[in-house]
């Protein structure tokens, strides 16, 4: 760039609303080439909005866009992405059952005689994949694929469109620490040719590791933009959420009492899933799920929730025997899971708010007429609004537009009014910024408190050592070892977790 341009991307004064809300209130993002500069920000601070509105999703109410020297006003998708601005999203929009490079090169295939040129996309793709050392078969259908992958293939097809500018949306969230090294090694390769990354994550350690810039954000304004030299995570959580966060788990209160769930030798062998899993649950214990990517952690509660087929194995809900075909059936016997993937097993998107809220309870709600109890069912949505905090302009607002973390609560609001005995979390903060973690953890110790059971999957070792009472760690589908948290440490749940490798 010239010393008269010395940013590659500059968005300045940026302002956007929507009804009942003002999303962007006259933020300035200034990224310089050859840099990463990290996004930071409470769900619901406008960090995603401001994206969109430079990726030509939303169109700003105010202010200017200067990219490469030149004024810009992207009114599509596309005309960002030819213009050189990519951007890899949180929840993974793929066409799953397409293989691999008709994912990355959709809607520019490489044609010959008027035919798609499958050999040259082949060979492009697997170029592309040389270059960033990603070892994935291009012909692969992308549903084969695990999470890790799934994104590393996102990152791939952004890196395709030679970019200026690529904006990475929590793209760590289901990657290993392997994976992530690779992921940097990827960024410091694209550093080096002079592109601008913003890298949007609530990681602090990761962002203080890659970042060069630092902007944060909160309730739609811009506060500050630091070195990311300057900065440490207790300074990052202040100006995130306007006040110190020195505990990021609450005290815990809980006492886990007698056992009341009981899975014994459950099996899966023909799907290379579960062998011979064992493990009980007491009332009002948090149970954490530990181990490494595809240790089948979340192949246990899908068996549990009877999403899963299995070979043997019982399980017992307060010594009896219950057989939990499909997941209606573990709902009727008091069973809820919250799953890992959001926006593709989680939500309804472009709808209400108010039907996601009551979607896996809607028998309650039918009167002896047939007919659907409006009152009431907006009066449990008002409850989950307001026990969980969720900031949303009405109960009629599409849940696909609240932030992740907003979707994240509405979703465990759902589950708790079909009143659970066991609730089984897969990944319950991924994506979830510091002070909606806190929450999200708070209901948890409240509901421990109140004697419910709970199973939590995480990969986010500090989580787990935080606020569960037992860690169950597993590796390759067998249960590795169960550990009292209070004695565990991350030396030894890694060690379990390779013990079946």
Known sequence: MTATHPYLLEMNSISKEFPGVKALDGVTLRIRPGSVHALMG????????LMKCLFGIYHADGGQI???????????????????VSMVHQELNQVRQR????????????????????????????????DLEIEIDPREKVDRLSVSQMQMVEIAKAVSYNSKIIVMDEPTSSLTEKEVDHLFRIINVL????????YISHKMEEILKISDDVTIMRDGKWIATKSAKELTTDEIIRL????????????????????????????ARFQRSLVDVSFDLRKGEILGVAGLVGSKRTDI??????????????LLLHGKEVRNGTPEEAMRHGFALVTEERRATGIFPQLSVGFNA??????????????????????????????????????????????????????????????PEVLMLDEPTRGIDVGAKYEIYQLMMNLAK????????????????????????MSNGRVAGILNTKEATQEEILRLAAKYL
């Not at 200067?66 to 050189?84: E, M, N, Y």
């Not at 959420?241 to 099996?267: C, H, M, W, Y």
């Not at 509660?301 to 019982?314: A, N």
């Not at 419910?452 to 009472?469: A, F, Q, R, W, Y």
């Open 42 to 49: 409470e769900n619901g601070a406008g960090k995603s909005t």
């Open 358 to 419: 009551l979607t896996a309870n809607l028998p309650s709600y039918v009167g002896p007429m047939g007919l659907l109890n409006e009152k009431k069912g907006a009066a449990d949505t008002d409850w989950i609004i307001q026990s969980m905090r969720v900031k949303t302009p009405s109960q009629n607002t599409p849940i696909g537009s609240l932030s992740g973390g907003n979707q994240q609560k509405v979703i465990i609001g759902r589950w708790l009014l079909t009143r």
């Open 99 to 130: 293989d691999v490079m008709e994912n990355i090169w959709l809607g520019r295939f490489p044609m010959k005689w008027g035919l798609i040129d499958h050999n040259a996309m082949y060979e492009k793709t697997k170029l592309i994949f040389k």
């Open 301 to 314: 509660l899908e068996s549990i929730f009877g999403m899963r087929h299995l070979e043997t194995g019982r």
């Open 240 to 267: 995130m959420v306007g006040r110190d966060l020195s505990n990021r788990f609450p005290p815990k209160e809980n006492a886990p009492g007698e056992v009341i769930f009981q899975a014994q030798g459950l099996t």
């Open 450 to 473: 109140e004697g419910k059971g709970i199973i939590m999957v995480s990969s986010e070792m500090p989580e787990l050592l935080g606020v569960t009472d037992r860690i169950l760690v």
């Open 191 to 198: 550093r080096a040719k002079g592109c601008g990354i913003i």
């Open 66 to 84: 200067i990219f490469d020297g030149k004024p810009v006003s992207f009114s599509t998708a596309k005309q960002a992405l030819d213009a050189g």
